[in-house]
């Protein structure tokens, strides 16, 4: 009997420190891509916000590997004559090993215990850099971040395949909703323009956002579900969004609409560089889709420091429609190129409740943040926006109908430097052939 009674009181007092189940949220923090060889520093900035919740999206641990960057040999890895891919998969064994760093890091093991963590996964920790559903270990993969978790052995997240999930926080009228997607489980190839959740995971979202009311829907996508990057970085380089499968992303809109969902928006990670961004033209209310990438990885990171400059300028010149921009923004481009996590914050006692959505940097300093009324997402068709053909519209006109020369910019000054740099050294290689040629003549003379 006293051994129960202390168990109770055991589980109560533990409770306590978590948020109880209908307990009101109004801290959220959401972060991706992390290197659990490397010291995560970001763990004190994100336990300043005190976050009752945070949630993992995506390259939790990088559980693939990668080959060198080779362009000539035996194994080349980059080129059309590459001959081994550049990225393989890690053994359940060494997966496992990664798994257990992450979790050992000092930072992230206080914040499991005073706030409840939540996750879903990208392709480095689903096992394979740009992975979808043909890969083998997925089941493997699925068991092992389950594990990281402390996902219940019971769990029907367990039983089913992929790791989508939802989660319902507070009390009637200050509800919280997080809908976890698994972009990886069931995803068709990229350039198919087929499937990325598949057809079970469909029929659940659907049920999901259909289903009981909540004043606010987080849904959490490891690849962004607004900016189109690649419209305008292509053909230099592409990342994967839900906007490279156009009827997909359409889908999802049409789904937000059918269900008459309010208060749904975006957070995603993947990128390695933190925006918000906004699109007006998707559902019957804006879209917000804030990514927050990465808590280690980052592109200003990536590179040599002399290089960081130029980095940002690289970001201010990308064209962008989706961006939210602000003078407030820390950096001119809007965005973060530096370690960052996103932060949530939600004022239920404001009339309307206001939530203010904000990216953060490893020092906690907030480097970008929105923030308006809850009601301004709601679905009404009268308020729908419409796009214009032939006008440009912020946060409406997609990266693809952006004029010609706005969207290649990036690539056209690459292909001019190197244009303007080959005809520099041919320039100068007939400058010296002629001068040898001259001097050769003057010594035959001689
Ligand atoms: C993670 O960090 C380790 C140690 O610094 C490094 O060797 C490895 O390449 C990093 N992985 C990635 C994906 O950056
Ligand atoms: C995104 O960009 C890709 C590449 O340019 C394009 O094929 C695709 O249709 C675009 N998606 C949307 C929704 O605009």
Redesign the pocket.
């Known amino acids: 009997m006293a051994a129960t009674f202390a168990l109770l009181l055991l589980l109560i007092l533990s409770s306590s420190v978590r948020a109880a189940p209908d307990a009101v949220v109004s801290r959220i923090a959401f972060g991706s891509c992390a290197?659990q060889?490397?010291p995560q520093p970001i763990w004190n900035a994100v336990a300043g916000f005190d976050p009752q919740v945070f949630v993992w999206l995506g390259d939790n641990v990088?559980g693939d590997n990668?080959r060198p960057f080779r362009v000539f040999g035996r194994e080349r890895t980059v080129g059309p004559w590459k001959n081994v891919p550049r990225f393989y998969p890690s053994t359940e064994e060494e997966l496992r090993r990664r798994y257990q760093l992450a979790r050992a890091q000092p930072g992230y093991a206080r914040l499991r215990e005073r706030a409840q963590v939540l996750g879903t996964w990208d392709d480095?920790d689903y096992g394979l850099n740009d992975a979808g559903k043909e890969l083998s270990g997925k089941v493997i993969a699925q068991r092992l971040m389950l594990d990281f978790l402390d996902e219940p052995e019971d769990s029907k997240r367990r039983k089913q395949a992929g790791v989508y999930a939802s989660y319902m926080f507070g009390p009637e009228g200050k509800r919280v909703k997080v809908i976890l997607l698994d972009t990886r489980y069931h995803r068709d190839p990229l350039l198919s323009d087929g499937t990325i959740l598949g057809d079970p995971q469909w029929q659940w979202l659907e049920r999901e956002l259909h289903g009981p009311q909540s004043e606010i829907t987080i849904i959490g996508s490891s690849i962004q579900v607004v900016s189109n990057l690649s419209a305008t970085t292509g053909p230099l380089f592409y990342v994967e969004s839900w906007a490279r499968f156009p009827r997909e992303r359409e889908r999802l809109f049409r789904l937000i609409d059918s269900s008459k969902r309010p208060g749904v928006l975006f957070i995603s990670g993947d990128v390695h560089f933190g925006e918000i961004t906004r699109f007006d033209c998707g559902a019957e209310y804006p879209s917000y889709d804030v990514t927050s990438s990465g808590l280690t990885?980052s592109v200003e990171n990536s590179v040599p420091e002399v290089f960081q400059p130029l980095m940002r300028l690289l970001a201010i010149l990308t064209p962008t429609t989706m961006r939210v921009l602000s003078p407030n923004c820390q950096y001119k481009s809007c965005t973060i190129g530096q370690p960052n996590f996103g932060a949530i914050e939600i004022d239920w006692n404001a009339v309307p409740p206001r939530i203010k959505l904000e990216l953060r940097d490893v020092e906690g300093h907030s480097v970008h943040s929105v923030e308006f009324p809850i009601s301004e997402l709601q679905p009404s068709e009268a308020h729908a926006i419409k796009r214009q053909t032939h006008t440009f519209q912020r946060h409406c006109t997609l990266e693809t109908e952006l004029p010609w020369l706005t969207r290649y910019r990036l690539a056209l000054m690459l292909f001019v430097i190197i244009a303007v740099f080959a005809v520099v050294v041919v320039m100068l290689a007939i400058a010296c052939l002629s001068n040898f040629t001259k001097s050769s003549k003057k010594s035959k003379k001689e």
Do not use: F
């Open positions: 290197n060889s490397e990088y990668k480095h990885q």
